[in-house]
C-alpha cells in the first residue's frame, strides 16, 4: 500500500480540500496509473454533497472523479493490456463481477455487482469505499482500464469517459445516421457531445435551447439547425420530423412538446435525470407508435469503441482547464452553468499541495 494525495471533502457541507489516502499496491492484473487529468461531472459534485442519499449515498471522507486520463507507471505481472508508459482512461466503473450475464455480454455497467470508481465498498479493503480520480494516482483491474488515441488532446478526452460514452451510447443503441434527422435537447456538457457526435455519424442535427444566445455556438459545434425551444411556432415547424431525439436536460421540463416532434416509431431518449418524476403523454406515445427510453453510459467494450471514434474524428470535449486548488468554485459555477462546456483539473497542480 502507498500514500496518494487526493482532494477529499470531509462532510457534505464541508469543502474540498487537500488530503493523503491509501492506495494498494498493483495485484497480478493490477495498473497503477499517475491521473494526469480529471474531468468534473455533476454527479461528483451530487456525491460529496451527499444529494443522492437513496442512490448513491456518501461515506467520508469521499474522492469524487471518475473522468480519469492519465499514465502508466507500473503493472502487476500478469497484466497484458497496457505497459508503462501507456496514455490510459478509466471511466466510471473500475470492477464488476466479470461472471454475470451483463458483463458477459459487455454491458458492465449493468452488472449487479459493480464497483464505481467513487462510493462502491472497496472490496481490496484498502479503504472503507473506492476513491475518485482528484488524486495524483490510481490502481485499478486492467480489464477496465482503456486505451487514449495517442492525439488527443488529454485534457479534452477525460470528459469522454462520462460525458462522452453517456451520449454515445444511446446515439449508437437507436443506429442514428445518414439520412436521419437527429434532435439534441439541451447545450451543456452533455449535449454539446451529443452535438458532436450526431453530427460525426452523418445524422441533421437540430439543437433545441431555451437560450437564442447558444445558437452561434451550437452551429460551431456542429448543429445544421438550431430551435429555441420556448419558441412555439419553431417547435411546430419541426413536428413529426425527428427519427430519433436525445434529452440531455436534468432540470424540471415538459418532455411532451418533444415527443410531438417525433416520426412514426420514433424515439426519445433521456440521459439527463430531473429530480422530479417528468409527466407523459400517453397520447403522444399512442398516436405515433413513439417510444420514450432511458440511457445509462456503456460498457467496456463500448467505451473502447468511443474512444476509437473520437480517435478518428478528433473528437474531444470543449474544456476549461483548472488547477486542483479552483475545485470548490468550478462547483458553484457549475451550478450556475458557468462553463463551456466541462472543467478538467491539471493534476500537476497537486504537486504544489
Known amino acids: 500500500m502507498f500514500n496518494a494525495k487526493a482532494y477529499s471533502a470531509a462532510s457534505a457541507t464541508s469543502s474540498l480540500a487537500s488530503a493523503t489516502i491509501p492506495r494498494r499496491d498493483p495485484t497480478e492484473r493490477d495498473v497503477q496509473i499517475e491521473i494526469l487529468f480529471c474531468g468534473i461531472c455533476h454527479s461528483d459534485l451530487h456525491y460529496a454533497r451527499n444529494e443522492w442519499p437513496d442512490v448513491l449515498p456518501a461515506v467520508y ?27 490510459v482512461a478509466v471511466g466510471c466503473l473500475v470492477d464488476s463481477d466479470h461472471t454475470c450475464p451483463n458483463c458477459k455480454a459487455g454491458f458492465e455497467n449493468f452488472c449487479p455487482n459493480l464497483t464505481l470508481t467513487f462510493g462502491s465498498v472497496d472490496k481490496h479493503g484498502t479503504a472503507p469505499m473506492t476513491f475518485g480520480g482528484y488524486s495524483d494516482s490510481i490502481v485499478v483491474d486492467e480489464r477496465f482500464v482503456l486505451r487514449i488515441p495517442a492525439h488527443l488532446d488529454l485534457a479534452g478526452a477525460a470528459p469522454l469517459l462520462c460525458a462522452g460514452i453517456t451520449t454515445y451510447s444511446p446515439l449508437r443503441r437507436f443506429g442514428v445516421g445518414k439520412g436521419q434527422k437527429v434532435g439534441i ?39 445544421h439547425e438550431v430551435v429555441v425551444s420556448r419558441n412555439a411556432d419553431e417547435m411546430k415547424k419541426h413536428a413529426g420530423s425527428f427519427d430519433f431525439i436525445l434529452d440531455t436536460v436534468s432540470a424540471d421540463h415538459d418532455i411532451n412538446q418533444y415527443l410531438n416532434l417525433l416520426r412514426l416509431d420514433g424515439n426519445l431518449t433521456l440521459v439527463g435525470a430531473p429530480p422530479k418524476p417528468l409527466a407523459l403523454s400517453s397520447f403522444a406515445l399512442i398516436f405515433g407508435n413513439r417510444s420514450v427510453s432511458g440511457s445509462n453510459i456503456g460498457g467496456i467494450p463500448q467505451t473502447q469503441e468511443m474512444l476509437d471514434f473520437c480517435g478518428a474524428h478528433n473528437i474531444t470535449a470543449d474544456v476549461e482547464v483548472i488547477p486542483i486548488q479552483k475545485v470548490n468554485e468550478a462547483y458553484e459555477r457549475l451550478l450556475k452553468s458557468d462553463v463551456k462546456y466541462r472543467f478538467a483539473i491539471d493534476m500537476a497542480s497537486l504537486k504544489s499541495e
Open 61 to 87: 471522507p469521499c474522492v469524487p472523479g471518475h473522468e480519469i486520463v492519465g499514465r502508466v507507471t507500473k503493472v502487476g505481472p500478469g497484466v497484458v493490456k497496457h505497459k508503462v508508459g501507456d496514455q
Open 185 to 223: 435537447v439541451g447545450l451543456g456538457g452533455l449535449g454539446h457531445m451529443g452535438t458532436k457526435f450526431a453530427r460525426a455519424f452523418g445524422a441533421h442535427v437540430v439543437v433545441f435551447t431555451t437560450s437564442p444566445g447558444k445558437t452561434e455556438d451550437a452551429m460551431r459545434l456542429g448543429a
